[in-house]
T-cell receptor, first 114, second 112 residues
Framework: DAGITQSPRHKVTETGTPVTLRCHQTENHRYMYWYRQDPGHGLRLIHYSYGVKDTDKGEVSDGYSVSRSKTEDFLLTLESATSSQTSVYFC?????????????FGQGTRLTVV | QKEVEQDPGPLSVPEGAIVSLNCTYSNSAFQYFMWYRQYSRKGPELLMYTYSSGNKEDGRFTAQVDKSSKYISLFIRDSQPSDSATYLCAMSTYNQGGKLIFGQGTELSVKP
């Protein structure tokens, strides 16, 4: 299995609280991504990173921020969690800009906002 | 209208059947086409990857891309119960290869 770990794997939090999800990789891949998966929507890109301190917004970035201070870690923060952010969050890593055969997804973090 | 449309199913077939999964898309700039398999409560894993048009075969799996019709397909021959999973199509443009646009996934069940 590719060296990509998401933590926590499950979390329940209250509306209005900040939440940080962590993605850690041991593959030294340059590109890292955060997606969310919801019924009826497939996966949608939240934010991505193309290097340390280099990040950009994806399709559904409102309410989320990210940081990447080291190659191996990509953090996703929900600044003030809302019920609409209840979802399964997946981190992905890629060696190249194109997510081809050298791209891998983590196991997911199941977040519930009550 | 979504950029990528995929019938969510569920699709149930007997073991040994040929399975056909499909996606349509609206953005003619898509150049990279992928099929992911996702088991329950797991992350997606890449099954097939195709650049531009044409066919690609890998064992029991064949991916087809028809850019003129904006239509991609995944065929599974001699389907097995272990193929039971959700299959997601995904695609991206040439200059934004990391920004995958996913279909909503088709849930497949292969009955012994």
């Amino acid at each position: 299995d590719a060296g990509i770990t998401q933590s926590p794997r499950h979390k329940v939090t209250e509306t209005g609280t900040p939440v940080t999800l962590r993605c850690h990789q041991t593959e030294n891949h340059r590109y890292m991504y955060w997606y969310r998966q919801d019924p009826g929507h497939g996966l949608r890109l939240i934010h991505y990173s193309y290097g340390v301190k280099d990040t950009d917004k994806g399709e559904v970035s409102d309410g989320y921020s990210v940081s990447r201070s080291k190659t191996e870690d990509f953090l996703l923060t929900l600044e003030s969690a809302t019920s609409s952010q209840t979802s399964v969050y997946f981190c992905a890593i890629s060696e190249t800009e194109v997510m081809n055969t050298e791209a891998f997804f983590g196991q997911g973090t199941r977040l519930t906002v009550v | 209208q979504k950029e990528v449309e995929q019938d969510p199913g569920p699709l149930s077939v007997p073991e040994g059947a040929i399975v056909s999964l499909n996606c349509t898309y609206s953005n003619s700039a898509f150049q990279y086409f992928m099929w992911y398999r996702q088991y329950s409560r797991k992350g997606p894993e890449l099954l097939m990857y195709t650049y531009s048009s044409g066919n690609k075969e890998d064992g029991r799996f064949t991916a087809q891309v028809d850019k003129s019709s904006k239509y991609i397909s995944l065929f599974i021959r001699d389907s097995q119960p272990s193929d039971s999973a959700t299959y997601l199509c995904a695609m991206s443009t040439y200059n934004q290869g990391g920004k995958l646009i996913f279909g909503q996934g088709t849930e497949l069940s292969v009955k012994p």
